[in-house]
């Protein structure tokens, strides 16, 4: 029977030896896909979360604006009643 190359003999490397080694290359490597593959599964969570995030902020940023936009409105509207007031009672108004 022949040596193995574990017994520090790099000559008499067999044939068995060398499955031995691509079998436990295989073991290993499908070991570090499961791995890379529940982090990337882990990875592909946290982006739906944060692209649920991104959403909401969105509609948010859009129910300030539709907010700025009223307050805007009466804001303008304020100061026409001011106007309309100024000029009902005689006062002078400057408009700029």
């Known amino acids: 029977m022949q040596q193995s190359a574990t017994a520090g003999n790099d000559d008499d490397i067999t044939l068995r030896d060398v499955i031995i080694h691509i079998g436990h290359m295989r073991v290993s490597m499908e070991q570090r896909f499961d791995g890379?593959?529940?982090r990337?599964?882990?990875m592909e969570e946290r982006m739906k979360r944060m692209d649920d995030r991104f959403d909401m902020i969105d509609?948010?940023?859009d129910m300030i604006d539709k907010r700025f936009d009223a307050v805007d409105e009466?804001?303008?509207a304020l100061g026409m009643?001011?106007?309309a007031i100024k000029l009902h009672v005689g006062m002078p108004v400057v408009i700029e």
């Open 36 to 38: 890379v593959e529940k």
């Open 40 to 42: 990337m599964d882990g």
């Open 59 to 61: 509609v948010r940023f």
């Open 74 to 76: 009466d804001i303008r």
């Open 81 to 83: 009643d001011i106007i």
